[in-house]
């Protein structure tokens, strides 16, 4: 197991370019399961997750090549599998249940269970599958899902689910007749994968809107897509450069997808403009406290309220920090207190008071974004931090001790 040591202290200073999202192309990538042909993905970030869904792939049957950020993916006579040993390393693996239901009618995949971050249940998507006409047991751990044909539905969503909207979106887009997906998630990322099946010779309207219409087609033909930058990697180095007090050019940054964050970067006293290069970011202290509420999309994303409690600890006066969207998302407090942060949390509300400074500590990573606000707090700490179990960091983020030594961070990688 890796850990990184952070030597903290050094303003950040120069420019960095924005990898593929990885939340755009996972879905994307389950999606090619839906093709005739084969489909060729551009700025695919090389990072964990993706090998294991390129892997899941391969298991049900197609066959994919991965090289410099492009996969291609060719489709086979698929197979209905998906088994434990994957899916419980990332969730995400559950959505191959809509495309494979839409392709062979039968579906076996591992139900994905808790993770750090809560129960994160399934029940939207395996409902709206219901009202499509498939059917569902429980066998060992396993969704077993079967149908003899997928029909559109009118689905109404409980609460906006970015993956139960994705699966629903990929089983519509082959099944007979028209759906209407109703309270569906907004998210980019969604959008980017509607967009990638509008090429592929979909019928969809509505997407980045909470009511998505699709009219089934019999067929969908091969494309070449590149997947949009990952707007969370973005707040990430965004927060990178306040926390140190740094200057970055941010290329393939998505602004306008990172709307929510810029605007509380801003309110922080961060300085953010868009040139014709990118997003250029400085930060001349001190911060201020803002409070943050987590929301679906176009809200503060809750894939970004780790990084930016990090900030909040070093800002002058008080913070707040409400979670809507995750039971259980607060697993970094423990540790950016171990550092000296002054943080006070009641169910999913947390109040942050500033210090004058942090101070580099051995912290333990627990989930993906936790790990990246230990990171960002040990850049700006006084000595050396340990962030320990970063494989979490690495399902999410490219090679970020390359990125941020790049602009003179002082990161190396060990083993434990
Ligand atoms: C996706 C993102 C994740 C992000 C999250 C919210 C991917 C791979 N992951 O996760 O990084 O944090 O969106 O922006 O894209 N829910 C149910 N029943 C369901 C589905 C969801 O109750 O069937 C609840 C969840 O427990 C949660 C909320 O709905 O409280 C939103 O979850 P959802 O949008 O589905 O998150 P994911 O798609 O898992």
Redesign the pocket.
Known sequence: MDKLIIEGGVPLIGSMTISGS??AA??ILFASILLDEAATLRNVPDLRDIHTTLKLLGMLGCSCEYQDEQVRVRPGSLLPEAPYELVRTM??SVLCLGPLLARIGQARVALPGGCA???????????GLEQMGARFELEQGYILGHCRELNGAHITF???????T?NLLMAAVLAEGETILENA?R?P?VVDLAHFLLACGAHIEGQGTSRIHIAGVSRLHGAEYAVMSDR?EAGTFLAAAGITCGELLLRHCPANELEAVTLKLQDMGMKITTTSEGVLVNCARPLRGVDVTTK??PGF???MQAQIMSLMCLAEGTSVVEET???NRFMHVMELERMGAQIRTSGHIAMVRGVRRLAGAPVMASD??ASASLVLAGLAANGTTEVRRIYHLDRGYERIENKLNSVGARIRREKE
């Open positions: 990885k939340n996972l879905p969730r995400a971050i809560g129960a994160r249940p399934v029940d939207q998507h395996l409902k409980d609460m906006p689910t970015v993956g139960g994705e998630a998210e990322e969370i679906p999309y994303p809750t894939d969207i995750f039971e993906l974004r």
